[in-house]
T-cell receptor
Framework: ETGVTQSPTHLIKTRGQQVTLRCSSQSGHNTVSWYQQALGQGPQFIFQYYREEENGRGNFPPRFSGLQFPNYSSELNVNALELDDSALYLC????????????FGPGTRLLVL | AQSVSQHNHHVILSEAASLELGCNYSYGGTVNLFWYVQYPGQHLQLLLKYFSGDPLVKGIKGFEAEFIKSKFSFNLRKPSVQWSDTAEYFCAVRANQAGTALIFGKGTTLSVSS
């Protein structure tokens, strides 16, 4: 069984740029959730995708957007990067939207200068 | 808004000491409760979860947690910690009537000395 994978592992961008992060869900999972984990904090929910549709969103501005593809992999896009966007971005997959367990990937560490 | 509070930011213990990490949440309805662990250099892993039934749940590596509904708490325990338990521990809540997001606490760093 393949686990959740994310790419890239690390990324450095400058303020105002745009970034795309990628996530491959675990085999058999159709739901992907994205979280932002700032240093010293717990993960914060950004949004969830279920069968290619957004299925819930946290308190993040519209410049955070996402996609889910027919193979259930997902992208997180962030436009007009700000310094405070520097964080670890985590992707989690699950079998259904209310599945018991979300399985997390290793994350992408984004640094905005 | 729902929130999760973890009382201890950093806990330092010697091997064989007992562990209890506190977690309280604010939500009046039905909840699912989780403890995740993040070992150094590794990704978040599920330790244990509570959905319903016996409020005392057992997880991996000898960890257990007790759900006390009247106190809105879900404390994590282990009778005897090992050096390999050094990690960051996160409590998380999912409110059943409020969507599917996991709400995490800020985490507790556990350092175990041998």
């Amino acid at each position: 069984e393949t686990g959740v994978t994310q790419s890239p592992t690390h990324l450095i961008k400058t303020r105002g740029q745009q970034v795309t992060l990628r996530c491959s869900s675990q085999s058999g999972h159709n739901t992907v959730s994205w979280y932002q984990q700032a240093l010293g904090q717990g993960p914060q929910f950004i949004f969830q995708y279920y069968r290619e549709e957004e299925n819930g969103r946290g308190n993040f501005p519209p410049r955070f957007s996402g996609l889910q593809f027919p193979n259930y992999s997902s992208e997180l896009n962030v436009n007009a990067l700000e310094l405070d966007d520097s964080a670890l971005y985590l992707c989690a997959s699950s079998q259904e939207t209310t599945s018991e367990t979300q399985y997390f990937g290793p994350g992408t560490r984004l640094l905005v200068l | 808004a729902q929130s999760v509070s973890q009382h201890n930011h950093h806990v330092i213990l010697s091997e064989a000491a007992s562990l209890e990490l506190g977690c309280n949440y604010s939500y009046g309805g039905t909840v699912n409760l989780f403890w995740y662990v993040q070992y150094p250099g590794q990704h978040l892993q599920l330790l244990l979860k509570y959905f319903s039934g016996d409020p005392l749940v057992k997880g991996i590596k000898g960890f257990e947690a007790e759900f006390i509904k009247s106190k809105f708490s879900f404390n994590l325990r282990k009778p005897s910690v090992q050096w390999s338990d050094t990690a960051e521990y996160f409590c998380a809540v999912r409110a059943n009537q409020a969507g599917t997001a996991l709400i995490f606490g800020k985490g507790t760093t556990l350092s175990v000395s041998s």
